[in-house]
Structure formats: structure tokens, C-alpha cells
């Protein structure tokens, strides 16, 4: 399925936007959350997979279903590896830093479970972007 | 699903802690109790702003107001006034130094411009291993711009226009690069991406193939379109093995959306790109190396000119590029050279990746526009110097560069202020050094560094780094002769002077700053015989204070060669000969008489 114009480039991004829009204004037309996680080598080395795999683990246990899971690269913020955000509709999303296997389980019980967000493990965006 | 309604965040960063915000978040939480609305509002401590010169910092979520300076009595103020009757408290916004107005949201604060990223926008924002997130964030619509509506002449103006300039190193205008492989007869032509990333402390190159793949296969399908080009060619260190998996998948993801192949954007244009694996030698990444090892020859340097834009892979026009200059080309094509040469100095555009290492708080990477001074870097962005320490350098360049003093923590940043106060840009390490650090051994490291990567084929670079390297192994170890200052320098000029490539011609940078801004280090060391931070093992000489001393015995009981004596409740003395500076005694003494060297 090669694309052959601008249009037909657009038309992907149309059907994509919808996706990762919740990642910077939080609004999304669909009712699901989003936990991106920092996988880039800098990440991983920190522990990144063990996050990962708790945060698939503790989905599966809690049986949520309208979450989604994303692997993205390298934020920056490598004094806090790993790095997860959390995008929910309606909300800001919040990112957190320094997330262990532990971390990511309080996350998803306290965070998306329960709407409350983790002192400590909370980093604030310092940047803008082209 | 949420139960609070609102977040106070309260900067609990190193240097925030000790500007009372615990303070401020107990006092915040307690108002919010009288009032009533701890059930609905909370208060959570978080990581660093970054902007710690303005802290401790409160934010409120969710209308993102931010104030600045907060006192712990100021909270009473912030939850009658603002969360309960919904008024800004004015007085604790920040003021715009320039715009002398105060701003409420931290987006529009000029403070958070201090990070732009251009090169960087993607990474973390979406999935590498899924091309759907790159178009959604307009990838490759600049490919299909560039192809559809505008001539390469017209793609070579708006690079020229724009002011960029490579980020490998040298800092050579793209445009014009692009340019020259353009004008050269012949259409078999290349375009290099070096993916090499030699210098020990950078990585933002790798975080941008690992975060962001695809815009460097757009930005070379750009280059090769404006040059000439039909084949691309990524020369990639072995080392960086996710980067490799996330390019081929991008590659391959490419090519079956027909973005990389024989009709792209159904204009008839050809491109593909392949990978091209190094084994991680530092003079790799000198260009000429580079081509060389991609055709399969030895990766040494030759004489430029020819330069490879005139005769380069297999003797043809070539431009070679860096990553990270690679990352800037597609918004500069849809933001347009004006958006790209509004940013920055004068004469150095755009923004600069910056990976952040060393003793500073906040390690990581950042991107700032060109002209940020080191002090914001270091101390908003960064954090500060980790334990409240003091800052003594900061290396930029890499082995090729040099070191940069309190003295110009204040000077804007660019290619060329960085070259005239005896450093470079580099690729972007920025290695940051505290009191503790002796500036000899730094100097040494990077001469171990250089003069083993050095290629050998000329002989300055070969035996004259060698030269250095012995010289400062011996200052480090007191043996130390007071010609050697003279010699290092002698050396020093000459080897930039004479050796063939760029490796040779900065490796004696970090010794000859070194000895510019710390020379009185040097002396001690050679003189004195002393490390003046007490880095140098072989120089440091443990001591016992007799004022302090109270004849414990405790020092004299761990020393694991016996080298302290004294009776009990008589002062002790070391036997500096012996002392082998394993610093027990300094740990065991509890009345602070054992003196570090
Ligand atoms: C010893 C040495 C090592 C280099 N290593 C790199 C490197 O790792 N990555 C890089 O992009 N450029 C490196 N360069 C600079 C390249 O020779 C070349 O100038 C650069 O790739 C051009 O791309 P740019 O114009 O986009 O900066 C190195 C140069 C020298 C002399
Ligand atoms: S300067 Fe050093 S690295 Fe460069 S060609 Fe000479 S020996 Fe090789
Ligand atoms: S530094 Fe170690 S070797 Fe030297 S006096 Fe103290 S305990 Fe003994």
C-alpha cells in the first residue's frame, strides 16, 4: 500500500492523530489511557524492560481493558530513568520518573485506578517543542 | 474515575528540598484540611522543574498556573485566593525579565523556551517501531512537499536560508554542502548519515535513532532529492544494537509505504538507504575514515581535498552528515528557513543537543537554542552541581575540545564562542567537573583516550599524543619535571600543527586548556607534588591534625600498613612515605583530625 500523494499522507496522519493526540493536550476522541514507556538504551539499562513487563503484568491481573501500552525513545530525563507517562483522557498527562516494577504497580492501582496521582515519582516537562 | 479535581505540585528537587518545600507542602496540606478540601484537591511533591533558581516552584493543575518563590506562609494565601475563590495570587507569578509582565502558564514563560526541541521533538512522544506515530506528527509530509512542489534548488536555498550548520562537529553549513555535492558532474552520487557518535560522554545521536528513526530517513530522502542522490547510506557504530533493530524496522516500514523505493510520492523519484556497520573506532567518525571503512578499507583519514562532496564513496560526490543535523531538516522544510534562522545567534542557528554528564544534578539531554549560556544550562536546566558543591569546568568537545571556567559560565554559546575561548561545539558532550575534580587527571584521561584511538598513520598524532600522555602519566604520579609545562605545549602546538586529520589536530586541546585556565594545578603537582583535590592517589598524602587529634587510636587501628603511630591519648602522627592514601583513617576518625589531601 504505497502512498502516491500529500493527500493520501494526510489521510494516515487523519486516522493517526486521533491516537496520539492524548499525549499532548490530553484530549482524545476515544475513552482509553495511554502508558508510554521510555525504551530507549538509556531506559532499558536502567530497568525499563522489569518495568514494562509489570506494567503488562499488572493489567493482565487487574483485567483493565481500555488501556494501551507504547513503547517510545528517549525523553532526556536520563537522572530518572525509567520513565513512564500517563495519558488519561480529560486529564494533563503526568510523567513519572524513577519507575520501578513497584512504581509502575502503584501507578496503575493508585494513578489509573484510582485517580490518584504518586508524590515522589512525578517529573514536570521542561520543554517545548518545534 | 478521578476523585481529585486538582493537583498542587510542589517541587521536591535537590535544590527546591532545601528551599523548604517540604515546609510548603505541610502547610499546603494543612490549609486545604481546614478548608475542607483534602478530599478534593491534592498536594504531590514532585521531581525537579528545572528552574531551580526561581524555586521551590507550586503548580496547579489543572489550569497549569505557576508560581515561583513560594514560602512556606505563602500557602495560606495560594488556597484562599486561588483554589478556593479561583483568583491567580499575582505577587507570586513569574515576572518575565524581558517582557517585564507576569505570566501565569508555564508554556508561555520564557524560562521554558530555555528548551526547544527541534531535533529532539519526537523522542518520547511516540513509537519508534510504528511509522502510523511518525505521520501523525507530520512525518514525512517535508519528503512529500519537497518532491511535489518544490525543484532541489529551491530544497538548497531554503537550507542555505535557514543558517544550518552540521552538528558532528565542525559546524559546516549544510546547505552549502548539499550544494556543492549538487554541482558536481555525474549522477551517481551519495548521501552519508554518520551514525559513528565516537566521542565517549555523547549519546544524543543514538537517542535519536532509537526515538526517532524515521525523521532521518526522511531528512537523507530531502538530502538525496537536493543533491543528486539516489542511494543513502546510515554508517552505524555495532555498539548501538536497538538503534540498528529500530532502524531496519523504520527502513522497512518505509519502503512499504513507498517512502523510501523506485516512485516515491508517485514522482518517479528513487531512493533507498542501507546500514553500513562500524566497529566503534573514534577516527571513524572522521569522514574521510568513514568512507573509507564503508568501501571496506581501512578506516584511516586522507588529505582533504578532494573533499567527499567532489570525490567521495567509490569516488563520487558525497555529502556525509550527522544525525542530529539530519533531525533538523524536516521542519525546516514546513516551518520554513525563517522559523529555523529566527533561532539562535548570529551566526550559529537553530538549537544544539547538549547530553549533560558528570557532577551536575540533572543528567541527561537537552536541547537549547543556539546562545544559551552555560550558567542556565547547568544550574536552571541542570540542577546545579550535585551536594551543593562547587562548580570548577565544564568540558565541551569531548577529547576534542577543551574546558570552559566560571569565568564564562555567562557566555552564549555558539560555534564560534566556544572556539575562542579555547574549546568547541563538538558533538555535544557536555562533561561537568566540581571542586573535587584535579584538572591533570581529566587532561591525562583524554589523552589515554586519544592516543589509543589514533590511527597511526601520521607520525605527530601517533608518537606525539603518545608523548603527551606518558608526560601527564608522570605529573599524575609526582614524578613530575618543571620542563614538562614546556613540553607539553611544544608538543602540543606542534601536533596540531602537522597531524592529518581532525583526530591529531584537537587532541591536544583538553591539555593545552587545561594548562591555559589551571596552570597553577600543574605546578602543584609538579612542585609541590601535591594533587591540589586529592584525585591523584599516588599524590595524596593523608595527614593528622594535632589540634583536633584526641589520641583515640582509632585511625592507627584501621591503617592497613601501620603507617600511623602514637599512644593512647597522645596526638598521632603518618608516616606520609608509607601511607598508601586508602583513606580508612579519614573515615575511622570521629573528631574530624584526619586531613584529606
Ligand atoms: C576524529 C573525528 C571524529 C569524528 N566523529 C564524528 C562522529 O562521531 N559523528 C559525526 O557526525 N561527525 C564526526 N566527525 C566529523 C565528521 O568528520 C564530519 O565533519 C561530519 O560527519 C559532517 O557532518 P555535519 O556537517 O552534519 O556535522 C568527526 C571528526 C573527527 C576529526
Ligand atoms: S591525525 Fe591521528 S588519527 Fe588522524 S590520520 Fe594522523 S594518526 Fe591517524
Ligand atoms: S590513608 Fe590509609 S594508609 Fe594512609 S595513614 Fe590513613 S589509613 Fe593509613
Redesign the pocket.
Known amino acids: 500500500m504505497a502512498i502516491k500523494s500529500l493527500d493520501e499522507l494526510k489521510k494516515i496522519r487523519d486516522n493517526s492523530l486521533k491516537k496520539v493526540n492524548l499525549r499532548e493536550s490530553g484530549e482524545n476522541g476515544e475513552e482509553i489511557i495511554e502508558m508510554m514507556v521510555g525504551m530507549a538504551t538509556c531506559g532499558i539499562a536502567a530497568g525499563a524492560r522489569e518495568t514494562l513487563n509489570a506494567i503488562l503484568d499488572e493489567i493482565e491481573a487487574k483485567g483493565i481493558k481500555n488501556i494501551r501500552v507504547v513503547q517510545v525513545g528517549c525523553m532526556g530525563y536520563c537522572h530518572s530513568e525509567p520513565t513512564v507517562q500517563v495519558n488519561m483522557p480529560g486529564h494533563e498527562p503526568i510523567l513519572y520518573g524513577n519507575v520501578s516494577a513497584k512504581v509502575a504497580k502503584d501507578i496503575i492501582e493508585k494513578h489509573i485506578l484510582n485517580g490518584e496521582l504518586l508524590d515522589e515519582n512525578i517529573l514536570i516537562k521542561t520543554f517545548n517543542k518545534a | 474515575m478521578a476523585r481529585y479535581r486538582s493537583h498542587i505540585m510542589v517541587c521536591g528537587g535537590t535544590g527546591c528540598v532545601s528551599a523548604e518545600s517540604e515546609a510548603i507542602i505541610e502547610n499546603l496540606k494543612a490549609e486545604l484540611k481546614s478548608h475542607g478540601y483534602d478530599n478534593e484537591i491534592k498536594v504531590v511533591k514532585t521531581g525537579c522543574f528545572g528552574f531551580c533558581g526561581q524555586g521551590p516552584i507550586v503548580k496547579v493543575h489543572p489550569e497549569n498556573v505557576f508560581y515561583v518563590k513560594v514560602k512556606p506562609e505563602d500557602a495560606k494565601e495560594i488556597i484562599e485566593e486561588h483554589i478556593i475563590k479561583g483568583r491567580r495570587v499575582e505577587r507570586l507569578l513569574y515576572e518575565e525579565p524581558m517582557l517585564k509582565e507576569k505570566l501565569d502558564e508555564s508554556s508561555k514563560m520564557n524560562f521554558y523556551k530555555k528548551q526547544y526541541r527541534i531535533a529532539l521533538r519526537n523522542c518520547g512522544l511516540i513509537n519508534p517501531e510504528d511509522v502510523n506515530e511518525y505521520i501523525a506528527f507530520r512525518g514525512y509530509e517535508a519528503l512529500g512537499q519537497v518532491l511535489t512542489e518544490m525543484t532541489p534548488e529551491e530544497v538548497l536555498k531554503v537550507m542555505k536560508d535557514s543558517g544550518l550548520?552540521?552538528?558532528?562537529?565542525?559546524?559546516?553549513p549544510?546547505g552549502l554542502?548539499w550544494e556543492f555535492t549538487a554541482k558536481q558532474p555525474g549522477n551517481e552520487k551519495y548521501i552519508m548519515c554518520?551514525?559513528?557518535?565516537?566521542?565517549p560522554g555523547a549519546f544524543m545521536?543514538r537517542s535519536i535513532l532509537e526515538g526517532d528513526p524515521h525523521t532521518i530517513l526522511e531528512a537523507m530522502a530531502i538530502g538525496g532529492y537536493a543533491t543528486g542522490a539516489n542511494h543513502g547510506i546510515i554508517y552505524i557504530r555495532a555498539e548501538y544494537p536497538l538503534a540498528i533493530k529500530r532502524l531496519d524496522i523504520a527502513i522497512e516500514q518505509a519502503r512499504e509505504l513507498g517512502l523510501l523505493g523506485d516512485d516515491i510520492f508517485g514522482t518517479g523519484f528513487k531512493f533507498d538507504i542501507e546500514l553500513k556497520y562500524g566497529a566503534g573506532a573514534?577516527?571513524c567518525?572522521?569522514?574521510t575514515a568513514?568512507i573509507h571503512s564503508v568501501e571496506g578499507a581501512r578506516g584511516e583519514?586522507t588529505k582533504k581535498p578532494p573533499f567527499p562532496s567532489v570525490e567521495g564513496y567509490r569516488g563520487k560526490p558525497t555529502s556525509?552528515?550527522?544525525?542530529e543535523?539530519f533531525a533538523n531538516v524536516p521542519p525546516i522544510i514546513l516551518k520554513g528557513s525563517e522559523w529555523f534562522s529566527s533561532i539562535g545567534t548570529e551566526k550559529s542557528k537553530g538549537t544544539k543537543v547538549f547530553a549533560l554528564a558528570g557532577k551536575v544534578n540533572n543528567v541527561g539531554l537537552v536541547e537549547v537554542p543556539m546562545g544559551t549560556t552555560l550558567r542556565e544550562i547547568i544550574y536552571d536546566i541542570g540542577g546545579g552541581i550535585m551536594d551543593g558543591k562547587d562548580f570548577k569546568a565544564v568540558q565541551t568537545g569531548g577529547p576534542?575540545g577543551g574546558v570552559i571556567t566560571v569565568a564564562d559560565l555567562d557566555t552564549p554559546i555558539d560555534y564560534e564562542s566556544l572556539k575562542a575561548i579555547g574549546s568547541m561545539m563538538g558533538?555535544g558532550g557536555m562533561i561537568v567537573m566540581d571542586e573535587d575534580d584535579c584538572m591533570v587527571n581529566i587532561a591525562k584521561f583524554y589523552l589515554e583516550f586519544t592516543q589509543d584511538e589514533s590511527c597511526g598513520k601520521c607520525t605527530p598524532c601517533r608518537i606525539g599524543t603518545k608523548r603527551m600522555y606518558e608526560i601527564l602519566a608522570r605529573i599524575t604520579e609526582g614524578e613530575g619535571k618543571p620542563e614538562d609545562i614546556d613540553n607539553l605545549k611544544q608538543l602540543g602546538e606542534m601536533i596540531k600543527n602537522t597531524a592529518l586529520?581532525?583526530?591529531g589536530q584537537?587532541a591536544p586541546n583538553p591539555v593545552l586548556s587545561t594548562l591555559h585556565y589551571f596552570r597553577n594545578e600543574y605546578e602543584a603537582h609538579i612542585k609541590d607534588k601535591r594533587c591540589l583535590t586529592g584525585s591523584c592517589k599516588a599524590l595524596s598524602k593523608y595527614s593528622i591534625d594535632p589540634d583536633k587529634c584526641i589520641g583515640c587510636t582509632a585511625c592507627a587501628r584501621v591503617c592497613p600498613v601501620d603507617c600511623i603511630s602514637g599512644k593512647v591519648k597522645e596526638v598521632h602522627v603518618i608516616d606520609a612515605e608509607k601511607c598508601i592514601a586508602c583513606g580508612a583513617c579519614y573515615d575511622a576518625c570521629k573528631f574530624d583530625a584526619v586531613i584529606k589531601p
Open positions: 550548520r552540521g552538528r558532528g562537529g565542525g559546524g559546516f549544510t554542502k554518520n551514525a559513528d557518535e565516537g566521542d545521536d573514534f577516527v567518525g572522521e569522514e568513514l583519514p556525509v552528515n550527522n544525525v543535523t576534542s558533538s586529520c581532525g583526530l584537537t
